[in-house]
Nanobody
Framework: QVQLSESGGGSAQVGGSLRLSCSAS???????VGWFRQSPGQEREGVAL????????KYADSVKGRFTISRDDTAKTAFLEMNNLQPEDTGIYYC????????????????????WGQGTQVTVSS
C-alpha cells in the first residue's frame, strides 16, 4: 500500500512560482509518478509525469517550458516546480503513483493511477 501526501500549494501572482512536493510511504521506485490538476467543473487532467529509474519526463502541452517534474526515490518524494504561473493553472493539484510503468494504460488516464494524494490547492491571480 502506498500513501501520498502533497504540500506546497498556495496563492501566487501571475508570473510567479510555486513548488509542490509529494511524499510517499511504501514502495515508489520503478513506479510512474504523475501530477494531475482539476479545476471546478473540469475533468482531472494530467500535467506531468516522471519515469523511474530513468527519470524521463512527459508534460502536457499547456505547461511545457514552465513546469518541471522531478523525483528523489531515496527520499520517496516527487516535486513539481511551477514557474510563470497563469490564472488557468488554478486548481487542485494531485500527486499520483501508477503502481506500474508510465506507459501502462496510457500516460494520462487517471483510471490507471492506483494511488492518489489528497490534493493541494493552487490559486493564481493577477
Amino acid at each position: 500500500q502506498v500513501q501520498l501526501s502533497e504540500s506546497g500549494g498556495g496563492s501566487a501572482q501571475v508570473g510567479g512560482s510555486l513548488r509542490l512536493s509529494c511524499s510517499a510511504s511504501g514502495y515508489m521506485y520503478e513506479y510512474c509518478v504523475g501530477w494531475f490538476r482539476q479545476s471546478p467543473g473540469q475533468e482531472r487532467e494530467g500535467v506531468a509525469l516522471v519515469h523511474s529509474p530513468s527519470g524521463n519526463t512527459k508534460y502536457a502541452d499547456s505547461v511545457k517550458g514552465r513546469f518541471t517534474i522531478s523525483r528523489d526515490d531515496t527520499a520517496k518524494t516527487a516535486f513539481l516546480e511551477m514557474n510563470n504561473l497563469q490564472p488557468e493553472d488554478t486548481g487542485i493539484y494531485y500527486c499520483a503513483s501508477k503502481g506500474n510503468l508510465c506507459g501502462y494504460g496510457g500516460f494520462w488516464n487517471p483510471q490507471y493511477y492506483k494511488y492518489w494524494g489528497q490534493g493541494t490547492q493552487v490559486t493564481v491571480s493577477s
